[in-house]
């Protein structure tokens, strides 16, 4: 199993700590630095600057990826072209998620102009054109969502960029199955990365494909200080927007995205307490004040550095590539520092 370390716009980092950090994990014998991508800043773009970065203490640097993008932020041509672009320039070492993000949402759609579309068939469409393009091939396609008349990638040789996509439920991880060339998990214990493990062999069934060909590849939050309740309260915020959402969800919203996929996890009476707090006008700190303890740990690990990588090691079960996604307990570079060490691939066993 590869280890990875994932960095996020939480974090808080200028671009010269992130440079810093990406050569401390090549230092540290971490094989690969992620991003997710949000509104924020283009991951691409910070793809390629942590790769520069890297090749300092590695000559080829480290491998790099997005995990994951949200494809209602660009046309799949541009998916090809930037994947393709980042790929050429690394030699081969960047891998491309993309996921469906908020797209099952209708205040997202609008928030975009989108009319109401099937995530599902979305995914398909994007896969489908976006693989096509970054293996050369020309694309002649009519999808639900995604057209493409006889177009090529005018990348020379074909980048064949890697394309993983981001998948909870199982109509998605099928779908993988059937498509992608790997998987980008997330917020999982053991018993659901192995259940993601047959949804995906079921997809791969109808093809004709070896499952072992799709990647497995997942973030684990870790959250490291010596101040056990600090570590927690941070690791609990960084929880709660996905496994609670901005708002309580309706019930429809219970059965879909990261909120269904907490509950097949076996946690709905957990975050039906909280959601009741919030009804009555919780504010965020008292209810990461009550985020139950054993739903935490056992979707990731916060506290003393030396229990870190051996609850990581238990966490990551069943995966081809682990990443070490970084809460910090506190502002600045030496908390994340101290995840990192805590986590490094050497004391994973």
């Not at 056990?228 to 429809?252: C, I, N």
Request: aromatic share 6%; net charge neutral.
């Amino acid at each position: 199993m590869d280890i990875g370390v994932g960095l996020d716009a939480t974090l808080n980092l200028s671009f010269d700590q992130q440079a810093e950090l990406s050569r401390e994990a090549a230092q540290l014998g971490y094989t690969s630095v992620w991003t997710p991508e949000s509104t924020g800043m283009d991951s691409f773009q910070l793809c390629a600057h942590r790769w520069a970065a890297s090749r300092q203490v590695i000559p080829e640097g480290l491998h790099t990826g997005i995990a994951v993008s949200p494809v209602m932020y660009r046309t799949p041509v541009a998916f090809a072209m930037a994947g393709g672009t980042l790929s050429r320039l690394t030699g081969g070492r960047f891998i491309m998620g993309i996921g469906s993000g908020g797209a099952y949402r209708p205040r997202t759609r609008r928030s975009l102009g989108m009319p109401r579309i099937s995530a599902l068939a979305l995914m398909r469409d994007y896969l489908t054109t976006v693989r096509g393009l970054v293996r050369g091939e020309e694309v002649d396609y009519q999808g639900e969502v995604v057209t493409l008349k006889g177009l090529k990638l005018a990348i020379n040789p074909a980048p064949n960029t890697p394309v993983y996509l981001g998948s909870l439920g199982p109509a998605m991880l099928r779908l993988a199955g059937e498509l992608a060339d790997g998987v980008c998990l997330n917020w999982c214990n053991p018993e659901q990365i192995a259940w993601s493990r047959d949804r995906i062999a079921e997809g791969a069934a109808l093809t004709g494909r070896d499952p072992a060909e799709v990647k497995l590849v997942e973030y684990i939050r870790v959250c490291v200080d010596d101040d056990e309740d600090l570590a927690r309260r941070a690791f609990a915020k960084s929880t709660m927007g996905y496994a609670l959402g901005a708002q309580v969800p309706t019930d429809r919203e219970r059965q879909l995205g990261y909120r269904a996929h907490f509950e097949r996890m076996g946690f709905a009476e957990e975050l039906a307490d909280l959601d009741q707090m919030r009804r009555e006008g919780a504010s965020a700190d008292d209810v990461a004040e009550a985020f139950p303890a054993e739903v935490l740990r056992k979707v990731g690990y916060y506290g003393k550095a030396e229990g870190a990588a051996r609850a990581f090691a238990q966490l990551s079960k069943g995966l081809d590539t682990a990443l070490v996604r970084v809460v910090a307990a506190r502002p600045g570079v030496d908390s994340v520092l101290a995840t990192m060490k805590a986590c490094r691939p050497e004391l994973i066993t």
